[in-house]
């Protein structure tokens, strides 16, 4: 009968180096048994551990200089922006000087990172959310930034304010005109991602701001709900509808019966119209301006 592997308590919560295996007891050639996962060089994972995102990031780490920080999409997922790890390979941020090159499924940015441009989330060095936005409003295009920084905003990781400021502590820095752009975009009062393609459909194509979650009172003072986007003099409330619009159908119904019986007039978009048919989207809310 073959002895028993030998699994420390310790080198089961995360992965591990190969000096801190040999501090634990284990030898290189026990890191080859079935107990134990290569996930790099020189780093380690019990093969009772799941194959998560967080536990690749954690081997990767181990493999950085002190000083280096996980960014861009990567630190936005992380941030809990949506903004899926995998759709392109992990990226991280080194000093300029560092000789760190890049490696399989790693993107290595090289830029200054100051004391304040990282924190460290789950047991990992990330960008702050000012400083992951920055980087995402140059590897984004202007609509998804701006996307983003709005769910930023929702998700309250940050206000405008606190935003702003960040910015113009850094006027005339690399990239922060394009940021800038960007936050003149964003709106706190966004509540999904197609809501904020369907306002910046509309401002790129030359109509007003529209209101955003405008809320609308009936001709005694009543309240009859809110609306997605809102110009208040012609009194034209846009609504998207999304998953959550078949849901509650019934609803939405009696609600929009109210808006129209106290003399507002309504819009409503669904994604296909947004991304495939913009062109009769921005036509229709022009008619209904003019």
């Known amino acids: 009968m ?8 310790e080198l089961t919560k995360g992965p591990f180096t190969l000096e801190a295996a040999r501090r634990s007891g284990l030898s290189g050639r026990q890191l080859q048994g079935a107990s134990w996962r290569r996930l790099g060089a020189g780093v380690y994972a019990w093969t009772g551990l799941l194959q998560t995102p967080q536990l690749r990031l954690s081997a990767i780490q181990h493999r950085l ?6 960014s861009g999409r990567t630190a936005a997922w992380l941030h809990g922006l949506g903004l899926s790890p995998g759709d392109d390979p992990y990226e991280v941020t080194v000093p300029s000087a560092s000789g760190v090159s890049a490696r399989v ?21 990330i960008t702050s959310i000012p400083r992951t936005l920055a980087d995402l409003s140059h590897r984004l295009d202007l609509v998804e930034a701006v996307v983003a920084v709005d769910r930023a905003l929702q998700m309250h990781l940050i206000t405008l304010a606190q935003l702003n400021s960040w910015i113009a ?3 005339g820095s690399k990239g922060i005109v394009s940021f800038r752009r960007v936050a003149e975009l964003a709106e706190p009062a966004a509540e999904s991602p197609m809501e904020t393609r369907l306002r910046l459909l509309l401002i790129f194509a030359g109509l007003p701001r529209p209101e955003a979650q405008a809320r609308l009172y009936g001709k005694r003072g009543e309240f009859l709900g809110r609306v997605d986007l809102f ?3 012609p009194r034209l409330a846009i609504e998207y509808d ?14 929009q019966n109210g808006h129209l019986s106290a003399g507002f007039r309504l819009l409503r978009f669904t994604g296909p119209d947004v991304l495939r048919s913009p062109d009769s989207v921005v036509a229709h809310v022009r008619a209904a301006l003019s």
């Open 231 to 233: 110009y208040r003099s």
């Open 169 to 171: 502590a850094r006027k």
């Open 65 to 70: 200089p002190a000083a280096a920080a996980f």
């Open 2 to 9: 073959p002895p028993r592997p030998v699994i420390p308590p």
């Open 105 to 125: 499924g790693v993107s290595v940015r090289r830029s200054h990172l100051t004391e304040g441009d990282v924190l460290v989330k789950d047991e990992l060095r």
């Open 242 to 255: 999304g998953g959550t619009h078949r849901d509650s159908l019934i609803e939405d119904n009696r609600r």
